[in-house]
């Protein structure tokens, strides 16, 4: 025993056979992409579309963004005076409720945090509502609306938001799940008090976190 070294013991000859047969591995890898899914989410290629069943006809000419309530400077804004505002391109996931995932959409718009500065909104303020061509409405704390990577998208893959998918412009929340960017944008109403919108009055979780699950109220 006292002349047995280390490298020449029992253990140690039995951990490097395991170390040669591989033993406890699970043949699963730590791969990125399952770093990124968040749980009950699937992975897809394409990118379905999911709304109330009605695209409202808003051409570019003819939309509006009006921004009002607790805010110090209301902003009612043609689409050629949005598109002149500072401009930015964010590259993030969309996590659907319905479990569809979607990596690395790029959009081009203007960030939620530009739109702050613009607007101002009041000391009191601690919600936004969204509301849409199509008379859909959601809900957000204003910290979430005002996430690093959420912006005000007019583009998609450098083309110009499709009709279906919510275009002339959209709201991108990525770190929240897809309910709360609404499409065909029309007004964001700063609030003092929380006013649940559309899913969030039928069921559907108050935030909507993807990594905590919130799907259902409840949840
Ligand atoms: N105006 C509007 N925005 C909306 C919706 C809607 O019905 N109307 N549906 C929401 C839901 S439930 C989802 S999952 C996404 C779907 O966006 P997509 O059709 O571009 O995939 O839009 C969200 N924004
Ligand atoms: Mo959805």
Redesign the pocket.
């Known amino acids: 025993m006292a002349d047995e070294t280390p490298s020449d013991s029992k253990l140690t000859r039995t951990k490097e056979k395991w170390a040669r047969e591989g033993r406890f591995l699970t043949g699963k890898l730590t791969r990125p992409e399952d770093q990124r899914l968040p749980p009950g989410q699937h992975l897809t290629k394409d990118?379905?579309?999911?709304?109330?069943?009605?695209v409202?006809p808003v051409s570019r000419g003819r939309w509006r963004l009006d921004v009002y309530g607790a805010v110090e400077k209301p902003v009612f804004w043609t689409f050629a005076e949005f598109a002149a505002q500072k401009q930015d391109r964010f590259t993030s996931d969309?996590h659907?409720?319905?479990t569809w995932s979607r990596y690395d959409n790029e959009w081009e718009g203007l960030a939620t945090r530009e739109l702050l500065a613009a607007c101002q909104p009041h000391e009191d303020a601690r919600f936004v509502v969204?509301h849409?061509?199509?008379?859909?409405t959601?809900n957000l704390a204003l910290e979430d609306f005002a996430a690093e990577d959420a912006l005000l998208a007019h583009s998609w893959s450098g083309q110009p938001l499709s009709d279906?998918?919510?275009g002339p412009v959209?709201?991108v929340v990525p770190h929240l799940?897809?309910?709360?960017?609404?499409?065909?944008?029309q007004a964001i109403e700063f609030l003092t008090e929380d006013a649940p919108g559309?899913?969030e009055v039928r069921g559907y979780h108050n935030r909507g976190d993807p990594w905590a699950e919130q799907r259902y109220s409840g949840d």
């Open positions: 990118w379905p579309v999911l709304d109330l069943g009605v409202p969309i659907c409720v319905t969204l849409s061509y199509d008379g859909y959601t279906e998918h919510g959209r709201l799940y897809f309910w709360k960017s609404a499409k065909w944008l559309f899913w």
